[in-house]
């Protein structure tokens, strides 16, 4: 497996333009995993999704940021209008959720830089 | 997250051994874990330890953990060049989220 994959790596856009972060979970995996990591607020849990279903979205910012995952291999962050203080590496994680699986896989995230 | 404490910063000399702790709060915890994250790239699952357990190795690395203080340790033996990187401590909680610590950078000095 190739692991948990996100694109893009980096992304660089002005103030005001929409961005679309995309994430590929491990094939099998049924639950998927959106994180937010800045110097001043460390990692952050925006929102995750059981079966495709969002299960607790409390950590999104405001009604900017929209995450959607329309088949169990595909999931995508979405920020629009974006602002100078969205810039944060954005990470997404997929967990198989069992009893013995609880540990997350990540991607290797992206660097959202807001200009 | 806030359930879970690390200290931020660790300087260790290369071949020396390191000394991760961390506290938690939730007792219902099942499986407690430790993570590193180079830079540039996302967290990489290291090691996990059941809550039955007191101590799990795992070549160099060898975990403690202390239910009855909530308290979680991470030793790594024989420290390298290689083991340069934030460490995070996290918990699993009921509804299959995991709680991360702040994550404890830890810098090997030749």
């Known amino acids: 497996d190739a692991g948990v994959i996100q694109s893009p790596r980096h992304e660089v856009t002005e103030m005001g333009q929409e961005v679309t972060l995309r994430c590929k979970p491990i094939?099998?995996?049924?639950?998927l995993f959106w994180y937010r990591q800045t110097m001043m607020r460390g990692l952050e849990l925006l929102i995750y999704f059981n079966n495709n279903v969002p299960i607790d979205d409390s950590g999104m910012p405001e009604d900017r940021f929209s995450a959607k995952m329309p088949n169990a291999s595909f999931s995508t962050l979405k920020i629009q209008p974006s602002e100078p203080r969205d810039s944060a590496v954005y990470f997404c994680a997929s967990s198989g959720g069992t009893v013995e699986n609880y540990g997350y896989t990540f991607g290797s995230g992206t660097r959202l830089t807001v200009v | 997250g806030e359930d879970v404490e690390q200290s931020l910063f660790l300087s260790v000399r290369e071949g020396d051994s390191s000394v991760i702790n961390c506290t938690y709060t939730?007792?219902?915890?099942?499986?407690l874990y430790w993570y590193k994250q180079e830079p540039g790239a996302g967290l990489q699952l290291l090691t996990y330890?059941?809550?039955?357990?007191d101590m799990k190795q795992d070549q160099r690395l060898t975990v403690l953990l202390n239910k009855k203080d909530k308290h979680l340790s991470l030793r790594i033996a024989d420290t390298q060049t290689g083991d340069s990187a934030i460490y995070f401590c996290a918990e699993s909680m009921d509804d299959y989220k995991l709680s991360f610590g702040a994550g404890t950078t830890v810098t090997v000095r030749a």
């Open positions: 094939s099998g995996h049924d639950y």
């Open positions: 330890i059941f809550s039955n357990m």
């Open positions: 939730d007792s219902s915890s099942t499986y």
